[in-house]
């Protein structure tokens, strides 16, 4: 196992421990019902575990996209700012985000921040569940001239998004799958093997 898949696995069982990883009937953004909720909205609550995960933001962004790559680092609202702004300042890039509903004085736009045509915009959320999210996002930046290509989150929880994105022309980079996450608790016992089983049924088969 390389050093950056034992992160990951630590990663798993950090968010166990802080009780990121919750069991019963939850809706989510897109109105869907899940069994099982993924809150990383708490990961910025405790330093450490926040810190881990900034980090492995950076270490993924150097080993598959490459800082030289993205001009600007867009946070989506709410729960991806905390990272995306943490991770843009790391790197030294200019950080933006995108507003949920455009603002009705001011300037009236859906982006914050500078953002010029031709800019190379790297999206990051929390995690990704159907890509709606994801996908409104790159379509306000594209709507200002930004370039789209790549977004960045913590978890994919395997239910489409993914491929939604690849029909936008954007490729997902995660730190784990929920498939990943699950099994890795299952094998510390952190989670029983009908928690397992609920994670799985929900994540599309590859």
């Known amino acids: 196992m390389s050093s950056f898949e034992k992160e990951k696995a630590e990663l798993s069982r950090i968010?166990?421990?802080?009780g990121a990883i919750k069991f019963g009937a939850f809706k989510l953004s897109s109105g869907r019902v899940s069994p099982y909720y993924i809150d990383l909205r708490i990961v910025p609550s405790f330093p450490d575990a926040f810190q881990r995960v900034c980090d492995l933001y950076i270490?993924?962004?150097e080993k598959?996209?490459?800082?030289?790559n993205f001009?600007?680092?867009?946070?989506?609202?709410?729960?991806?700012?905390?990272?995306?702004?943490?991770?843009?300042?790391?790197?030294?890039k200019p950080f933006i985000y995108i507003r949920q509903k455009i603002k009705l004085h001011g300037r009236e736009r859906r982006i914050e921040g500078i953002l010029m045509p031709g800019n190379r915009v790297l999206l990051i959320d929390d995690l990704v569940t159907t890509g709606l999210s994801l996908r409104k996002a790159a379509k306000a930046i594209r709507a200002e001239g930004g370039v789209v290509t790549d977004a960045l989150v913590m978890l994919d929880r395997e239910e489409g998004g993914r491929e939604r994105?690849?029909?936008d022309s954007?490729?997902?980079?995660?730190?784990?799958?929920?498939?990943?996450a699950a099994t890795k608790l299952y094998e510390l016992g952190?989670?029983?093997?009908?928690?397992?089983?609920?994670?799985?049924?929900?994540?599309?088969?590859?």
């Open 15 to 18: 968010l166990h421990k802080i």
């Open 71 to 92: 001009d600007r680092v867009a946070g989506i609202p709410t729960a991806g700012m905390p990272f995306a702004s943490v991770t843009a300042y790391q790197l030294k």
């Open 170 to 180: 954007i490729k997902l980079h995660y730190l784990l799958t929920a498939r990943e």
């Open 64 to 68: 598959e996209l490459g800082v030289e």
């Open 59 to 61: 270490k993924l962004i």
């Open 165 to 167: 994105l690849m029909k």
């Open 190 to 206: 952190a989670i029983e093997e009908d928690q397992l089983k609920t994670i799985l049924k929900q994540t599309r088969k590859k």
